[in-house]
């Protein structure tokens, strides 16, 4: 038996690729197929099943072009329904791989069709379970993303706490629990760092799985839930109708604009994604641009703040275009209309085109901007403001920022922060797009305002 776990750290997403002899299983693969295929092809394995643990809302699943490149299998657990060929399995129903056996686990809660798979071994030993977006490490699913008029998020919440109390808490504490996603992913609240852990493990340590009536875990589980970005359901009807190829999306971004593209573009609707790294940007960017660096949670911010309805235009260092197209597609945004380079090479290509700046200061500067009239911007998540904040600063998350712009006065002078500089110069970059002048980053964000004992 061999297990690897395939982790994307853009998407906080892990993929699984289970082999026994010389048969595989992938379950919950990401939309850029290639690692699986030379996973495949490296350890001279045939794709026998395509499992997914449910429609994931927070990106693209590569299961379809998985299935047309290998021709296995894509198997979805009971409720599910789809416009393509799958199997959709029974609970309790058993698939095999080689020597082991994978048993489904109907687990509704999250979604209705959200499905574990159990895996046995040959002496028909509980080995691992892996529980999708059902059972997290020292979390669980968030049961508010399938709501309907005749299914409240409370409803999906109970059928959570039927799951976990009468079918994954029942498995043997030995049991190594397989997740979906880890820290940072907006499928769950508080989800650790850690990418594996075991069902006993869980039963003590994870806060939704103590002891307490369904009632209170109800009230537990939805309390201080985030809104969830409009793009997941976009999401998810692109994961269950079907969608274009990679290459195809591709093919039709992949389009260098000079300077008067870009001007067509723009004056068409298109807006500018500039992935530069802060640093970068803030030197000159073109007047409007949305700055959302290509590091760390860089799809999921994109998908939190612009609308995947809209026509984007990429700005990006040279050679990484390719890398910035595909990994928007990962999160169903595929309306890329060309890309351009502002380094010091090709910036004189736009020579006609004015150029902005974003300044930034040292957080020793701050009281001398204060004394200035300028007002502090905090646009960290709220439970970071626990670990303190700027005196008299106003708190809105970044998430939240381009709908309540109407809190923050066009007039007025502001000082933007966030932990340490990244999300605050995408709040710099959103202010100026609407109008905000007089804005400022500071460097560091609140870790270094702490290091320097402000």
Known sequence: MYIKQIYTSCLAQASYYIESNNEAIIIDPIRDFEPYMELLQDRNATLKYIFETHFHADFVSGHLELAKLTNA??????NATTTYQCIIASNGQEFSL???????????G??????????????????????????????????????????????????????LHNVLMNLPDHTIVYPAHGAGSACGKNISSDRQSTIGKQKQYNYALQKMTKKEFVSIVLDGI????????????????????????????????????????????????????PNDFEKGFIPGSINIGKTGMFAPWVGALIPHNIELIIVCAIDEEREIISRLARIGYEKVVGYLHLDSKEKDLFNNI?????????????????????????????????????????????????????????????????????????????????????????????????????
């Open 98 to 108: 080689g020597d082991l056996i994978f048993k489904v686990l109907h687990t509704p």
């Open 354 to 454: 004015s150029f902005d700046i974003v300044k930034s200061i040292n957080p020793s500067e701050i009281d001398e901007y204060k004394n200035n009239n300028f007002k502090i911007l905090d646009v960290r998540k709220i439970p970071e403001l626990e670990l303190g904040f700027v005196d008299d600063s106003v708190h809105i998350p970044l998430s939240q920022l381009h709908l309540n712009l109407s809190k923050l006065n066009n007039n007025d002078k502001y000082l933007v922060y966030c932990a340490g500089g990244y999300r605050s110069m995408i709040a710099c970059s959103i202010l100026k797009s609407k109008g905000y002048q007089n804005v400022i980053n500071i460097y560091g964000g609140f870790t270094a305002i702490m290091q320097n004992a402000y």
């Open 110 to 163: 999250h979604t209705m069709e959200s499905t574990c798979y159990l895996l046995l071994s040959n002496q028909n030993k509980e080995e691992a379970v892996f529980t999708g977006d059902t059972l997290f490490i020292g979390e669980v699913g968030r049961p508010d993303l399938a709501v309907n008029p005749k299914l409240t998020r409370q409803d999906l919440a109970g059928h959570l706490y039927d799951s």
């Open 73 to 78: 299998e894509i198997v979805f657990g009971p």
């Open 226 to 277: 985030s809104d969830a970005p409009d793009y997941f359901s976009h999401d998810v009807k692109m994961n269950r109708e079907g969608y274009r190829t990679v290459v195809t999306v591709l093919e039709k971004s992949l389009q260098k604009l000079d300077a008067k593209d870009l001007i067509a573009k723009l004056k068409g609707g298109a807006i500018i994604l500039d992935v530069r790294m």
